[in-house]
């Protein structure tokens, strides 16, 4: 997955004259690259991690799966809050008044 390429299909759906909206996008992206951070982090120290307090020993889930499930719920609330132009539709003349 290319961020880039998100991010430009993102600016072209919305009013790039409108700085919020883009302030909106360019905030979506960077919680994207956080969350491929989160991830390839778990996928190198796996889904659980072991902490050793002394001679204590505890297996607990990595703290990057918590992460993600917070960048997740804000990159919904981002996406709902993103106003896209309404999409445009191909003109067809087949059976319209002329």
Request: with cysteine; charged share 30%; aromatic share 4%.
């Amino acid at each position: 997955m290319s961020v880039a390429k998100i991010k430009a299909q993102l600016l072209s759906r919305i009013d790039t004259n409108d700085l919020m909206e883009v302030k909106k996008v360019n905030r979506y992206c960077e919680l994207l690259e956080l969350d491929i951070k989160c991830q390839k982090a778990i996928e190198e120290e796996g889904v659980s991690i072991v902490i050793e307090n002394g001679s204590q020993r505890f297996v607990k889930s990595h703290p990057s799966i918590n992460d993600r499930l917070k960048l997740n719920a804000q990159l919904i609330a981002l996406e709902k809050s993103i106003i896209f132009k309404p999409e445009e539709k191909e003109e067809t003349n087949g059976g319209g008044l002329i």
